[in-house]
Structure formats: C-alpha cells, structure tokens
C-alpha cells in the first residue's frame, strides 16, 4: 500500500497493519522512516496487533525540555497522579484534557504558593509573569513509549540495526527509476528528468545508430553550405578564407546532390 502525497505518514500506519493482519503478514517489528511513529502509534500497533515499531521519533522542541528544569527533571509518580519539581515540590493539581489537536493529555499544576517563593521560578517558567509551572503530560503508557524510543535511538547499537532501513530505501529508489524509465507507449528506454540512476541505459548518438529507440523527434535536416561556412571577418564581413574554400563547398554540394 502505498499512501498518497496528501496523507500523512503517520496516518497510513495503522491502514498498513491492518492490511497487513487481514493476509497474516504481521511483522513482529516493523522499521519505518521518520515520518510514521508517534506515541499513539507505537502504543496502538503493539496493543492491537503485536508489532514493535520502530523508526525515528520526532524530537521534542518545547521550550520547557532541556535545562536543569526541563521536563525530563521533574519526577512523575502515576499511580499517585503527583510530580515532584527537582527542588522538591509536589504538584497540587492533575486534570485529564484535550490538546489544541484533539490528543488526550493530563495538565499538571504547582501552587503558586509554592512556586513564588521559589529563587528559580524565572527559570522554571517561560512567562515573564507566570507564578507557577505547568506541565502536560502524554498519557502513561505513550509517556514511557517515547522515553524507552527516544533513549534507545540514542545508542550505537540501535542506530547500527536502522541502516536496515537505508538500504531498503535505496533497493525501491533504484527500482523505481527503473521502472518510470520504460515508455509503455514506445517500449523504449528514456531517462527520467531528474534521476540519475544507473539502472537507466544511456542513450546512443542518432549518427551512429539511425534506428536508435530513443530518438522520437523528427529527422535531423541534410547540411548546407551555410553548416560549412567559416567565420567572417569582424571587420569586414567576408569571410577568411576566400574563393577556394567557397568552391570546395559548392563541389561538396553538388556531389551530395
């Protein structure tokens, strides 16, 4: 199955799969490229049909993730539906919403009682006039989904297995410029605009093959005198190289005729 230009990666995995559950097809791991694993699919294909997803997961660019009060250093505790900010305050607020986009996300507060106090609050926030941090959270499962990814990725061993997937990538490239280069109208080779493939076969001069295949314009036109002319004096606009060499071409000429 291959999706169209309009549909985004992410969108397509779960029609791959179930595709591939309805012909017992099921990997039980499935290497994708950049553009197909998100927490919710990771979570999802494993959960309904056994298969380990694996694939570059997007970076996480908020502004609150690095730093000594990024994300990543507050301490969740799920089953309690508490965090703990790395000076030691514990969170007074854990609500279940919805993103912007519709995602389930549970929305962590502090008490702006203990947050104002605090000498790192400036850091901790990004609002010049915020008085206490807030932090939204994937839900459990996809939250540890994407940490285990995103620290496995980090590792030579895994990066190693994922050339798996470059090579695969260059095996369909390769075939599928050899494919577009087949006219089906003509039964003829061409060379695809842009590709510069090495499955394409390189075309021969017209002169030397008339019957070429590649060639689909008209017949070139038979030469004149003016194809023999030599140039022409600037100054004078006559040519350099005077009566005998017009008369070599008008023998030719005659002669062709």
């Known amino acids: 199955m291959r ?3 309009t549909v985004p990666d992410n969108v397509m995995a779960e029609k791959i799969h ?5 012909r017992e097809c099921l990997p ?3 290497w994708v490229d950049a553009g197909y694993p998100t927490a919710a699919q990771i979570v999802s294909v494993r959960t309904e049909h056994g298969v380990d997803l694996q694939g570059p997961m997007a970076a996480n660019t908020a502004a609150s993730v690095g730093g000594p009060f990024g994300q ?3 301490t969740i505790d799920w089953d309690r539906e508490q965090v703990t900010c790395p000076n030691g305050t514990i969170s007074t607020q854990w609500h279940h919403r919805h993103s912007q986009q519709g995602l389930p996300v549970i929305r962590v507060r502090f008490s702006p009682a203990d947050c104002r106090p605090c000498p790192h609050l400036r850091e901790c926030v990004n609002s010049s006039t915020a008085e206490r941090r807030e932090i939204n959270l994937r839900r459990r499962d996809e939250h540890e989904a994407v940490h285990k990814a995103r620290a496995e990725q980090r590792t030579d061993a895994w990066k190693e297995r994922y050339k798996i997937r470059a090579g695969v990538e260059g095996t ?3 075939a599928s410029d050899a494919a577009a280069c087949a006219d089906p109208a003509t039964k003829a080779w ?4 842009s590709s510069t493939s090495s499955l394409a076969p390189r075309s021969t001069s017209p ?5 070429s295949p590649t060639h689909h314009g ?3 036109a038979p030469a004149t005198s003016h194809d023999f002319a030599p140039p022409s004096n600037s100054s004078t606009g006559r040519s350099n190289q005077g009566p005998k060499f017009t008369n070599s071409v008008r023998a030719a000429a005659g002669a062709s005729a």
Request: no cysteine; glycine share 6%; net charge negative.
């Open 18 to 22: 179930a595709g591939l559950a309805e």
């Open 218 to 220: 008209p017949a070139p």
């Open 207 to 211: 002169a030397s093959t008339p019957t």
């Open 28 to 30: 039980g791991e499935h």
């Open 3 to 5: 999706p169209e230009a």
């Open 72 to 74: 990543d250093a507050f």
């Open 172 to 174: 369909v490239s390769k």
């Open 190 to 193: 061409r060379r695809p605009p």
